[in-house]
C-alpha cells in the first residue's frame, strides 16, 4: 500500500505490514475494512503504544469494528493471527479436519472457521514447518487463491460435487446474493401528487377546513405492501449438501434490507417439521446454522414429506401465509408415503400461497423424468419448478418470483407424465 509511505510509523516496521496482513483477513471474513481503516488503525497503534495486549485488541477493535455481528469474527482472527502461539497448525485443523496430528477435540467456537479460512485465503502453508511433523508425513499445499474465471466455473458446479475449499468460497458468493421482490398493490390508498384515483375522504376535508368550498382535487394511489417470504427446506439425508448451501443463501436473504419482503419465515422438514426463523435471525451465519441444525433434530434423516406439508398447512399457514406470501420449496419430492395425501397437502399449500416455486435438484440431470410418484403427485400444484443444484439457479430466483408467467420446467415434464 503506497499510501502508507507518508506516515509517521512506528519503530518496528513489521508491524505495520502485519496490521495491514491483519485487516486484509478480516475484509476476506466480510468485514468493511478499507485503506482508510488500515490507515487509522495504524496511528492508533502508534499512539497507544504496543505494551499491553488488552490495549492493543481494543485500539484495532475500535477502529475495524463497527457492527455486533462483527465482534465474533474480529475476536477470532485477532486470537488466530495474534494471541495463539499454535495458530497455523489450528488453521490447517480447521481447513483440512481430516489432517493427521491437526485434529482438535474441541468443537469450532463461533466465527472460528470463517477466521481460518479468511487468513488462508490466499496463502501457501507447508505442514514440514511444524516442528512435531514426523519424516515420512506427506507434504500438503493449500493454495485458495481464487479468480473471476473461478468464481464463473462454481456459479454453475453442482454444490455435491464441490471440493471443501470449494465449498468455502461457495459460501461466500451465496453471502452476497440478493432476492429482491416487486411490491404488491393494496386496497390501501397513500397521497398522490401526480395522478391516480380521487380521494374524496381528503377532498371532502379539505373543503370543510374552508367553508364548505372546493379548491383543489386530493389523489390517491395505492400504497404498496410487502409480501411474506416461506422457505420450506429439506433436510433428509438426500438432500444434505444442497439443503445446508440453500440455508446460508436463506441465511443472507433473512438478513439483508431493503430487499421489500415483509417477513422471512424458515422451516425445515425430513420426518417432522422445524421453525428455524428465529435461529436465521443471528447475524452470524454460523451461529445461525448452528443453531437451526441443534434445532432440527432429523438432519440427514428419512422423508416425510406430506407428514410434513400437513403439519405446516395445520399449524403455520394462517400465521405466515398473509399478505401474498411466496412459498420456495426445496425438496427432491422422493416420498414414499400417502401419496395422494401429499397431493392434497401440496394443493393447499398453493392455494394458500400468491406463488408456490419448487426447486429440485435433480433438474440437473438432462434426462430427468418425472417417474418418482412424490413427484407426479406435486408437480400439478406448483407455479414453478427449477433447478435449485448450483449458485447460477439460486440467482435466477429474483427473475422468476417477480414473472407470474414462468413456469420453469413445468409444462414440459407435465407433457411427459
Not at 503504544?49 to 485477532?78: I, M, Y
Not at 505442514?127 to 511433523?133: A, G
Not at 422445524?274 to 422423508?303: F, K, P, S
Not at 394458500?352 to 419448487?358: C, E, P
Request: net charge neutral; proline share 4%.
Amino acid at each position: 500500500m503506497d499510501i502508507l509511505t507518508d506516515l509517521d510509523l512506528p519503530e518496528n516496521p513489521k508491524l505495520t505490514h502485519n496490521i495491514t496482513h491483519f485487516a486484509r483477513a478480516l475484509r476476506r471474513a466480510d468485514l468493511p475494512i478499507g485503506p482508510g481503516r488500515v490507515i487509522k488503525a495504524i496511528r492508533a497503534v502508534e499512539a497507544v503504544g504496543f505494551a499491553d495486549k488488552q490495549d492493543f485488541f481494543w485500539t484495532l477493535h475500535a477502529c475495524f469494528v463497527n457492527r455486533p455481528e462483527h465482534r465474533a469474527v474480529f475476536s477470532q482472527v485477532f486470537r488466530l493471527y495474534w494471541r495463539d502461539p499454535r495458530y497455523m497448525e489450528h488453521m490447517m485443523s480447521m481447513m483440512l479436519p481430516a489432517l493427521r496430528g491437526a485434529q482438535e477435540d474441541r468443537a469450532a467456537q463461533s466465527a472460528e472457521r470463517r477466521a481460518a479460512e479468511a487468513l488462508l485465503d490466499g496463502a501457501q502453508i507447508d505442514l514440514p514447518e511444524i516442528n512435531d511433523r514426523p519424516d515420512d508425513e506427506v507434504l500438503i499445499e493449500v493454495d485458495a487463491s481464487a479468480t473471476m474465471s473461478g468464481e464463473e466455473r462454481l456459479r454453475t458446479l453442482d454444490f455435491e460435487q464441490m471440493s471443501a475449499e470449494e465449498i468455502a468460497e461457495a459460501k461466500r458468493m451465496l453471502a452476497r446474493l440478493r432476492l429482491p421482490v416487486k411490491p404488491l398493490a393494496s386496497r390501501r390508498g397513500q397521497p398522490s401528487h401526480a395522478g391516480g384515483g380521487i380521494d374524496a375522504r381528503r377532498t371532502i376535508r379539505r373543503a370543510m377546513r374552508r367553508g364548505g368550498e372546493i379548491s383543489g382535487i386530493a389523489l390517491k394511489k395505492p400504497r404498496p405492501r410487502w409480501p411474506n417470504l416461506v422457505v420450506l427446506c429439506d433436510i433428509s439425508g438426500s438432500m444434505n449438501q444442497y439443503s445446508r448451501m440453500v440455508l446460508h443463501f436463506l441465511h443472507a436473504v433473512a438478513n439483508a434490507k431493503g430487499q421489500g419482503w415483509a417477513r422471512v419465515h424458515a422451516f425445515t422438514f425430513g420426518t417432522r417439521l422445524t421453525n428455524i426463523t428465529r435461529h436465521l435471525a443471528t447475524r452470524d451465519v454460523d451461529d445461525a446454522l448452528a443453531d437451526a441444525g441443534a434445532h432440527a433434530q432429523d438432519w440427514e434423516g428419512g422423508t416425510r414429506i406430506g407428514e410434513c406439508l400437513h403439519s405446516f398447512n395445520r399449524d403455520w399457514s394462517r400465521r405466515v401465509m398473509g399478505q401474498g406470501a411466496v412459498v420456495l420449496l426445496i425438496t427432491d419430492g422422493l416420498d414414499r408415503g400417502d401419496i395422494d395425501g401429499l397431493s392434497r397437502e401440496v394443493e393447499r399449500l398453493h392455494l394458500s400461497s400468491r406463488r408456490l416455486i419448487w426447486l429440485n435438484p435433480l433438474l440437473r440431470w438432462d434426462g430427468f423424468v418425472p417417474k418418482a410418484q412424490g413427484i407426479a403427485a406435486m408437480l400439478p400444484h406448483v407455479d414453478a419448478f427449477r433447478a435449485g443444484h448450483s449458485i447460477a439457479t439460486l440467482e435466477d430466483l429474483a427473475m422468476v418470483i417477480s414473472s407470474a408467467t414462468d413456469v420453469g420446467e413445468k409444462q414440459r415434464l407435465l407433457a411427459q407424465m
